[in-house]
């Protein structure tokens, strides 16, 4: 990353983040100055200790000034607890809005945003990233202040005790500037391959999980433990790496230091030689010196900390500032349901990350109050077509009408208020039966929740578990079969009591037996409800009052059951498969 982007990223932290804590920054300031002035103090303290106690022999500077000394250091201790107390503060907040801002972009941010990226990089942004803007303001800032202010106070001592020594000290100081410097642009490098690694370990280890049984069954657990292995060392090898640049300026300043008070003691000598400089001064000029080396070790790796805050915070923001193209817009009207009538006019649609349509020049007319049907073959865009009415996707061209008011000049949560969706794949919460099914309702009773499972012929197996509509039902449902948990999705639709029902291969894990009962029960529920269904078995849809036959995005032909039977070669073939 360019410094000048550095500059607008971390202009930008302050801005909208760092700046309202603003009284916080300034009580640290404060404090920060104490901690320096103690720093300066004892090696100030140095200077008549040596001329008082053990020069002159004074009896009352015996006490003084080891008294002085320990107030010294206690106030030092005392400041620096509450300053870093007062920024970890202030950097755990910033830590947390971040945190928030991510979540929040997660929630309600476009589906193809979504799909287009692991989720393993949004858990690693709000782990990993939001950490180390943490550390930038917390330590960053602090050394910053501290160090610099301590810094300037040393230094104006060892001038203060004796000027020629102070240049001689001073020309030793460029020189680890620029150690730093070239530091810096190494730590950036190896911290954007660490920070892609953090990622590759998040999203390694999130499909471990969910892959459980697939690793076990094609006996992969030794190639999967192999890269396992990789993704570990990998991120290993760059930690270390990293550390060893961060502290590569150890040795380096280590040995400097040890230059530096080689050549002092050195030119020391001569200026006692020459009357030019006296003992006490030496001792007081000695401990600003070695005191010293903290704050600029510090200072010279303060710009790696940033750099490492700066492309975290980067890497955040590209996230959350990632416009939203769905979005509420409550200036809008709400959605009125009259008959509920659905119309697709020259609908085509292509997914953000293909150039093939897969849906072309749709034109769908679903009367309200019924049961219409789409039907063909997997990939034809049956599940596109039901994702385009609650706005999942957005179509390129085209209009969506319900009761003729379009879907894009509605305000979303209407729209959405009005329709329930079960898809194919049910996606259930850790959480009760009783849980999940209300999540549709929070504000359901009992009764309503017993009510939606009896349409979805779920009361039945409900009632047999241990702990009825209380028990937990497992990491998205392990703990259910496959037709357990889809009577439970659809039981959470038939709770939010909408006018649209969308059931996507809803009843797919069903034997033929329940998705009978659940489409029966369903059909009943419909009677004055617009419902479209993709069925898994055609044998269900036969008293739908319209069935389209989709075949390639497009629309082959419509009418009932009995009519498609006679007139649709495509839908008979259909059919006429499945009976065999
Ligand atoms: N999220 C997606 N991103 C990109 N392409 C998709 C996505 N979902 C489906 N497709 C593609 O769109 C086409 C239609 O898919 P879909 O509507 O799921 O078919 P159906 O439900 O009829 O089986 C397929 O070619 C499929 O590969
Ligand atoms: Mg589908």
């Known amino acids: 990353m360019q410094l000048n982007q550095v500059k607008i990223i971390l202009k930008r932290l302050y801005k909208d983040y760092v700046k309202r804590y603003f009284k916080r920054i300034i009580l640290s300031l404060i404090l920060s100055m104490v901690v320096a002035a103690s720093t300066a103090a004892t090696a100030w303290l140095l200077d008549p200790a040596v001329k008082k106690i053990f020069l002159e022999r004074d009896r ?37 809005e971040l945190q928030q801002q991510i979540s929040n972009f997660v929630l309600t941010t476009d589906v193809k945003t979504l799909e287009n990226k692991h989720s393993g990089n949004y858990i690693s942004n709000i782990m990993y990233d939001t950490s180390a803007v943490t550390g930038l303001v917390s330590t960053g800032v602090l050394n910053i202040m501290k160090d610099s202010f301590s810094l300037v106070l040393l230094v104006s001592l060892m001038f203060y005790q004796n000027w020629r020594l102070a240049m001689f000290a001073i020309i030793m100081m460029p020189l680890s500037m620029i150690i730093a410097k070239s530091l810096g642009k190494r730590i950036g490098k190896a911290q954007t391959e660490a920070s892609n690694k953090s990622q590759a370990f998040v999203i390694f280890f999130s499909e471990i999980f969910k892959a459980s049984k697939l690793i076990r069954i094609y006996q992969k657990e030794k190639a999967e433990n192999k890269k396992a292995q990789k993704v570990i060392s990998e991120s290993m090898e760059k930690n270390i790496k990293i550390s060893n640049i961060m502290i590569r300026a150890t040795p380096i300043m280590e040995t400097l230091t040890g230059l530096m008070i080689a050549g002092f003691i050195f030119y020391s000598g001569r200026l006692i030689d020459q009357g030019n400089l006296e003992i006490n001064s030496f001792f007081s000029f000695l401990a600003a010196m070695m005191l010293a080396y903290q704050p600029i070790r510090s200072l010279a790796t303060i710009n790696m900390t940033i750099y490492q805050g700066a492309t975290a915070a980067k890497r955040i923001f590209s996230v959350i500032d990632e416009p939203i193209e769905t979005k509420n817009n409550l200036s809008l009207p709400n959605l009125k349901i009259n008959n509920c009538n659905i119309k697709f006019k020259d609908i085509s649609f292509h997914y953000s990350n293909t150039k093939e349509k897969a849906i072309k020049n749709v034109e769908l007319e679903i009367k309200g109050g019924s049961m219409t049907a789409l039907v063909g073959p997997s990939g034809s865009g049956k599940s596109t077509i039901m994702n385009l009415i609650p706005r999942f996707y957005e179509a390129q061209t085209g209009k969506i009408l319900i009761d003729d008011q379009s879907i894009h000049e509605v305000n979303l949560e209407s729209l959405r208020k009005n329709i329930s969706l079960v898809s194919q794949d049910v996606v259930l919460f850790d959480d009760t039966i009783k849980g999940n099914i209300a999540y549709a309702n929070s504000n359901a009773s009992e009764d309503e929740i017993m009510e939606a499972c009896e349409f979805a012929a779920a009361n039945e197996f409900i009632e047999k578990m241990p702990q009825k509509y209380d028990t937990i039902v497992g990491e998205n449902g392990v703990r259910l079969s496959g037709g357990q948990k889809q009577r439970i999705s659809i039981a959470r639709a038939i709770l939010k009591k909408t006018p649209i029902i969308l059931l996507d291969e809803a009843t797919s894990s069903l034997d033929s037996e329940s998705e009978e009962i659940v489409q029966n029960a369903i059909s009943n529920l419909v009677k004055n409800k617009t419902t479209l269904v993709i069925a898994h078995r055609l044998s269900t849809i036969h008293n739908a009052s319209q069935i389209f036959v989709i075949k390639d995005g497009k629309v082959l032909e419509f009418g009932n059951h009995d009519y498609l039977i006679k007139n649709s070669a495509a839908y008979k073939s259909l059919y006429q498969k499945q009976l065999k």
């Not at 015996?62 to 870093?84: D, E, H, M, N, V």
């Open 60 to 96: 009352t500077f015996a006490w003084l000034i080891p008294l002085g000394i320990a107030i010294t250091f206690f106030s030092k201790g005392c400041s620096l607890y509450f300053a870093r107390m007062n920024l970890i503060i202030v950097s755990a907040r910033i830590g947390a």
